[in-house]
Each structure stands twice: as C-alpha cells, then as structure tokens.
C-alpha cells in the first residue's frame, strides 16, 4: 500500500476533491489507506487526496485540550458554521514539509458530514479540533496553509518545496 504523502506543489493537491456517492468496499480501502498513511508517517489528520485520491475523505486522531482522544472519519464534509471568535495558530502539515504557517482560524466550527456507513452527522468542534477540521477540509477544495500567505512569502515556500521535489 502507497502511503506517499503529496506536496503542495504537485498539481492533484490543488483540485477540488469529488463527493463520496459510493459507500462501498472502495471507501472502506480508501480509509484503511488513510489510517495507514496517519500511523507510518506518524500524523493525526489526513485528507485522501494527500494520498493522492481526489475524493472528500477526512480522518483525523488526536488527542484534544482535555486529553481526550477525538477519532473521526468525515466523508463529503462541509463546514456550517464558524464562531465569530479567531485566533492565530501555528500550521504543520505533511504537504509543506519543513514549514510552520501562522494562519486565523475559527475557534469554534459545525461539520456535516456522512459517516463511512454514508448516515449523516453534525460535530461541533472547539480548539485543536477546529484547527485540525479547517485545515484538512481546506485540502478537499485545492488549498492549503501556504493559501494564507502573502504572495511573496507564499512564492518562497512553493519555490523552496519545488527544489525538495527535484532532489
């Protein structure tokens, strides 16, 4: 099983992902790729097309403020609501290798979204999770930490990433 993770600067992770209308024994495969990826390159959110398959499949396992383990695997998630408060944060990602981003996100955010058995689900989310689901859900529509950059700062990061890819 390929658990390659792709950089932001490969074309696949700058495509909006497809919707989910199958739930079958290729998502079942797709998660499990998506588990394996988390556990062999040791990350706590993945969104499938880091995996290079362009379908709107998230799975997240980390361990929150209250030291509670949050695992969730979100198909065709879809963020509702935001909180009007904001707060800065400090962004790593497998896709932009070597790199920390300071981006504003929501503290608080709603998802919709289908369980793998396709039921559909609500989560309210707070703090690192929050994070965690704006910064992945991001990845389903083509974006990334790098997005919230200033042109120039954001056309170093690519440049740098480009010249890892080459080596």
Known sequence: MDTTIFSIVQPEMQQ????????????????????????????????????????????????D?????????????????????TALFKEQCPSLPDETIETTRAVAVKVKY?????????????????VFLQHTLDHLHGRSPASYLSPLKKQRVLTRLKKQLKK
């Not at 998502?27 to 993945?46: F, G, N, P, V, Y």
């Not at 383990?69 to 009007?84: A, C, D, K, T």
């Not at 559909?120 to 703090?127: F, T």
């Open 16 to 63: 909006p992902c497809q919707p989910v209308t199958q739930f079958d024994e290729q998502l079942a495969r797709d998660i499990a790729m998506l588990h394996e990826a988390m556990k062999t390159h040791q990350e706590s959110a993945l969104a499938a097309i880091q995996l290079g398959i362009p379908k709107q499949i998230v799975a997240i396992d980390i361990t």
């Open 65 to 85: 403020e209250q030291t509670r383990r949050q695992q969730f695997v979100l198909i065709n998630p879809v963020i509702v609501g935001y909180s009007e408060d």
């Open 114 to 130: 289908q369980d793998p058995q396709g039921r559909h689900q609500q989560l309210e989310a707070e703090g690192y999770l929050a």
